[in-house]
């Protein structure tokens, strides 16, 4: 019974993540009011099935048609999407299957092995680090796009976009216009199927009226596949890492891994933002491996490291379960039913992915025009699903022609999405650390030596540009 509730789970997390506007979290809510009166066993497995299979299906509508079906598949679009372009959609949906099941079994593995240690680390980040952090994943906006300048811009319109809504400190409202759909901030789920889903539909119409896609059969073989499993085992563990600190989440991870994987590849076979595999890698297998970091506060310290982890501390409270310190001691069965569920859900998000992955790969033949019109229905159904308000279309429709528009300037999209989604994380931590300053200011902050690394990663980020410029110079 166990091992069928996983496989429910999984196989709902795939066609949750895969639709877009339809997210893990809302899943997951959604199945806490119908498992309150079944046993913690079948509960804990159903939605640890949902959320390691939610977490990679995003994945696949981010490949054929661009839209991504969560924030964490954004990244994925950048060189997903180029080679559904290219007839490769069947080696990119096979290289994401294969390295978000790396990422969930590397990522949960850590959790069984170092929970304590790493709930240690995400204790030792204070205010100002949590910062540091928004600020290094802002900074590795220079390695997504050619142009750094624009890239860090529409990375700080982002950021202001997430200042709308009540402030989080005072709870005053901040930016509305008086307008109450405001009041709660600008959803990040519109904004994404607007400047991906419609933007994409739009461009369609517009260039590619009639055409379709060639699609090969799958070319890369497992052993080809498995090659880069040294490459991915990094970026598993920078994602577990980040995970594991309470609010960064997939998004965090999966920009964070990208902007490594494009510093230390020295030559891809095909640059980055183009088909790039390693790019996929890097982003599929971070997110997932955030499946297991998420867990690690969230079981030994009670703090959620993400939403989906805040929705099953929910669970735990409903069936009588306190995680926290003494956890991991006095339920072990409990952890270990947590485990053996997310292994057995990785092994699901593999069987589904080989399966019905292909299948799905075959939309990337429909017809430029007839996809678009699929793809505007898609975007209309989920900005409305997701709170159920006639505003959230509105948002959506403007950030679709403002999407449209940058295309068509070839702006990157991307930044713009992670200035909103790391917006609130750098506004109340940087705030609360100035609060909490103090009569020796700054110089109590630079005493901590993980402080001092982040800054110190920073400044290496906005100097690499310069130097990567003169090198070239001199190679002239």
């Known amino acids: 019974m166990s091992i069928l509730f996983v496989f429910l789970g999984s196989l709902l997390g795939m066609i949750v993540g895969t639709l877009p506007g339809l997210s893990v979290t809302m899943a997951t809510a959604l199945l806490l009011s119908l498992t309150y009166s079944w046993p913690t066993e079948y509960a804990l497995s159903m939605i640890m099935g949902v959320y390691v299979v939610g977490v990679y299906s995003g994945a696949v509508s981010a490949i054929l048609i661009n839209v991504p079906g969560a924030p964490s598949s954004v990244v994925t679009t950048l060189d997903g999407y180029p080679m559904a372009r290219k007839g490769q959609a069947t080696d990119a949906l096979f290289l994401a299957t294969i390295y978000s099941v790396v990422g969930s079994v590397v990522g949960l593995l850590c959790l069984g092995l170092f929970a304590k240690p790493l709930s240690q680390l995400a204790l030792s980040f204070r205010t100002v680090d949590y910062f540091l952090l928004a600020c290094l994943a802002m900074g590795a906006l220079s390695s997504l796009s050619g142009k750094v300048?624009?890239?860090?811009?529409?990375?700080?319109?982002?950021?202001?976009?997430?200042?709308?809504?009540?402030?989080?400190?005072?709870?005053t409202q901040r930016f509305t216009f008086g307008i109450t759909s405001l009041q709660a901030g600008i959803p990040l789920v519109p904004v994404l199927l607007g400047l991906f889903g419609l933007s994409e539909a739009l461009t369609m119409i517009h260039e590619e009226r009639g055409v379709h896609f060639e699609l090969f059969a799958r070319s890369i073989s497992v052993k080809k596949a498995l090659s880069y499993l040294p490459f991915s085992l990094y970026y598993a563990l920078l994602g577990t890492i980040v995970g594991a600190l309470p609010g960064a989440g997939t998004p965090v991870a999966s920009f964070l891994s990208y902007s490594q994987a494009v510093k230390r590849t020295k030559n891809p076979k095909i640059?980055?933002?183009?088909?790039?595999?390693?790019?996929?890698?890097?982003?599929?297998?971070?997110?997932?491996?955030?499946?297991?970091?998420?867990?690690?506060?969230?079981?030994?310290?009670?703090?959620?490291?993400?939403?989906?982890?805040?929705?099953?501390?929910?669970?735990?409270?409903?069936?009588?379960?306190?995680?926290?310190?003494?956890?991991?001691?006095?339920?072990?069965?409990?952890?270990?039913?947590?485990?053996?569920?997310?292994?057995?859900?990785?092994?699901?998000?593999?069987?589904?992915?080989?399966?019905?992955?292909?299948?799905?790969?075959?939309?990337?033949?429909?017809?430029?025009?007839?996809?678009?019109?699929?793809?505007?229905?898609?975007?209309?159904?989920?900005?409305?699903?997701?709170?159920?308000?006639?505003?959230?279309?509105?948002?959506?429709?403007?950030?679709?022609?403002?999407?449209?528009?940058?295309?068509?300037?070839?702006?990157?999209?991307?930044?713009?999405?992670?200035?909103?989604?790391?917006?609130?994380?750098?506004?109340?931590?940087?705030?609360?650390?100035?609060?909490?300053?103090?009569?020796?200011?700054?110089?109590?902050?630079?005493?901590?030596?993980?402080?001092?690394?982040?800054?110190?990663?920073?400044?290496?980020l906005a100097l690499l540009p310069n130097y990567r410029k003169r090198s070239h110079d001199g190679d002239l």
């Open 271 to 460: 640059p980055f933002g183009e088909g790039a595999v390693e790019g996929i890698i890097a982003s599929e297998t971070a997110n997932n491996a955030c499946v297991g970091g998420a867990l690690i506060p969230m079981l030994s310290l009670g703090i959620p490291g993400d939403g989906v982890s805040a929705v099953m501390l929910s669970v735990f409270l409903v069936h009588g379960l306190r995680p926290g310190p003494l956890f991991m001691s006095q339920s072990p069965e409990v952890f270990g039913w947590i485990l053996r569920s997310g292994l057995l859900a990785s092994l699901f998000l593999l069987l589904l992915g080989l399966v019905l992955a292909p299948r799905l790969s075959m939309i990337a033949k429909v017809k430029r025009s007839i996809l678009a019109v699929f793809v505007i229905v898609l975007s209309f159904i989920g900005a409305y699903s997701f709170n159920y308000r006639s505003f959230d279309i509105l948002l959506m429709v403007i950030f679709g022609f403002v999407g449209y528009a940058m295309k068509s300037q070839k702006l990157p999209t991307a930044p713009l999405i992670l200035g909103l989604v790391l917006g609130p994380m750098m506004d109340a931590n940087f705030r609360r650390s100035v609060l909490l300053m103090g009569e020796k200011g700054l110089i109590q902050y630079l005493a901590s030596p993980l402080t001092l690394i982040l800054l110190g990663l920073i400044l290496l």
């Open 149 to 171: 300048v624009a890239s860090l811009l529409l990375g700080i319109f982002g950021v202001c976009l997430s200042f709308v809504g009540l402030d989080p400190i005072t709870g």
